[in-house]
């Protein structure tokens, strides 16, 4: 069974930071791309960040550029999402999900395993 699971969430002022964990229980995963997404209240489910399965290739929105760092490491089989100089737009609801073989990094429909997520709240 496949299970996904988001942590480190939390609330945080403007400025400040947060690291993201996605926990995956899969035996397969170092040879699975991974990606975040985030859906904020009222919005649609968006984009954030992704890593190939060996770490060497990673793609962030434009939004997040400079500002997030997506890491991994096979042998704890875990993602994370360092969150710096964080906004209140970023606030939302981050999941993590791992990627089919195919597809574009970029979109939703490439991703076949999702979490339940976890929440960021960005406010002072």
């Known amino acids: 069974q496949v299970q996904v699971v988001e942590s480190g969430g939390g609330l945080v002022q403007p400025g400040g930071s947060l690291k993201l964990s996605c926990a995956c229980s899969?035996?397969?995963?170092?040879?699975?791309?991974i990606g975040w997404f985030r859906q904020a209240p009222g919005k649609g489910r968006e984009f954030v960040a992704a890593i190939t399965w060996n770490g060497e290739s990673t793609y962030l929105a434009d939004s997040v550029k400079g500002r997030f760092t997506i890491s991994r490491d096979n042998a704890k089989t875990t993602v994370w999402l360092q969150m710096n100089n964080l906004k209140p737009e970023d606030t939302a609801l981050y999941s993590c999900a791992v990627k089919a073989y195919s597809g574009s990094f970029y979109s939703i429909e490439s991703y076949v395993h999702w979490g339940q997520g976890t929440q960021v709240t960005v406010s002072s």
């Open positions: 899969i035996p397969t995963f170092g040879g699975l791309d």
